[in-house]
């Protein structure tokens, strides 16, 4: 019961993070990050996804 719930809250947070970054993305208009320390702030989004896809992979 326990793990059915962190697995449905980790696709659950996979996918939103996603939709996040993909309409934070649209909105930016400087393709640039090198160069832009304002740009490169605040990539927290893909930290959860990379960290839940990996605890993903470990329970299945």
Partial sequence: MFTQII???IL???IGCILYGRRLIKT???DAVFGNPER???GTHWIIVGSSAILLVWLY
């Fill in 7 to 9: 697995t449905i809250l």
């Fill in 12 to 14: 659950v947070s996979i």
């Fill in 28 to 30: 930016e208009k400087v």
């Fill in 40 to 42: 490169a702030k605040g």
